[in-house]
């Protein structure tokens, strides 16, 4: 039976963590529709315990450095798509004139989605803002015009449409965190729900 356009076991792959398996396509899953959002309107937000905000509307968000990152993926579904290509500015950046004593983050998205993250998990070349797949724009089914891109953790982490983070010091649950969801999301400990 083919799902999500093939099906291929782990076997003995070892860039497959437990409980996956491949797929050629890229599924589009979400928790809602997806929003309409024109870069022209796009901003990216970081807030921080203090309450002060820094802000990157798309323009400045293109200035930035970016990088090609080639990851692999991992749903928490199952599927897993290895050697993806994206482009995107990479969450250090955004951090260099953020100063914040939390150890967490909520990413917050257009539509009302949010996800937490332990901020180590973002930091050190671990997560970008993506605004490319495979040498194209971000399709807004998949998170375009931008989206983060964590691709150590499960990809309900990499919060589609993207427009902020909000500093917080305990690690309070997100939407899906919230609905059974592992707090944490390391597909290779199979952290899948709580």
């Given at each position: ?7 291929r076991q ?7 963590p ?8 890229f ?6 529709p ?8 796009w901003e990216f937000?970081i807030r ?13 968000f ?11 993926i991992?749903c928490?579904?199952?599927w897993?798509?290895?050697?993806t290509?994206?482009?995107g500015?990479?969450?250090d ?17 257009y539509?009302?989605y949010?996800?937490n993250l332990p901020?180590?998990?973002?930091l050190?070349?671990q ?6 797949y495979?040498?194209k ?8 015009p931008?989206?983060?891109l ?5 990809f309900?982490k990499?919060?589609?449409?993207v ?6 010091n ?6 899906w ?12 400990r199979?952290?899948?729900y709580?």
């Amino acid at each position: 039976m083919a799902v999500f356009g093939g099906r291929r076991q782990r076997g003995d792959n070892p860039a497959l963590p437990p409980g996956q398996f491949l797929t050629g396509s890229f599924p589009v899953l979400s928790a809602g529709p997806t929003p309409s959002v024109s870069a022209a309107d796009w901003e990216f937000t970081i807030r921080t315990e203090t309450g002060k905000t820094h802000r990157w509307n798309w323009a400045q968000f293109m200035a930035l450095p970016s990088e090609i990152i080639s990851a692999d993926i991992h749903c928490v579904t199952s599927w897993s798509k290895l050697n993806t290509a994206w482009r995107g500015v990479s969450l250090d950046t955004f951090f260099d004139d953020v100063e914040t004593e939390s150890d967490f983050v909520m990413a917050h998205s257009y539509g009302g989605y949010t996800t937490n993250l332990p901020l180590k998990e973002v930091l050190n070349g671990q997560a970008w803002i993506a605004h490319e797949y495979d040498g194209k724009s971000l399709d807004p089914e998949h998170g375009g015009p931008a989206r983060l891109l964590i691709p150590h953790l499960y990809f309900w982490k990499s919060a589609k449409w993207v427009r902020g983070l909000v500093m917080q010091n305990k690690n309070a649950p997100g939407f899906w965190e919230r609905n059974g969801y592992n707090l944490h999301g390391d597909p290779w400990r199979e952290e899948r729900y709580s």
